[in-house]
């Protein structure tokens, strides 16, 4: 009888807990959003190395990526608002663009300098 009981109440505490983890959202899939792109040289030719830092207009708070061998980054999890991009290498002139505008759950593709 006892193990009756024990079972019946394991098996509702394993409904609750269930439907507590299907009742959260997941981090990152709700109110975040993602910059991509690809840093090119005048002649088109792929950047890797170079430091691609994103500001949050509003808080300062700021990340760097380093682009891959093909020139591209990609920075997620963002919160949805207003950013400045700045790309720095050494020997080519620092590029910065300002009021870049992502949105919950957008995807700002193709930001190539």
């Known amino acids: 009888m006892i193990e009756t009981i024990y079972a019946a109440a394991m098996r509702r505490l394993s409904i609750v807990l269930v439907a507590c983890a299907l009742s959260v959202p997941a981090r990152g899939q709700v109110g975040s959003a993602a910059l991509t792109g690809t840093v090119v040289d005048q002649g088109g030719a792929a950047v890797p190395g170079a430091a691609v830092t994103i500001t949050a207009s509003s808080t300062r708070y700021a990340r ?30 620092p590029v910065s663009r300002t009021g870049i505008r992502v949105a919950t759950g957008e995807t700002v593709r193709r930001l190539s300098w």
């Open 64 to 93: 760097t990526q380093i682009t891959h061998d093909d020139g591209g980054y990609v920075a997620q999890g963002l919160a949805p608002g207003d950013y400045t991009v700045d790309v720095v290498l050494s020997g080519f002139r």
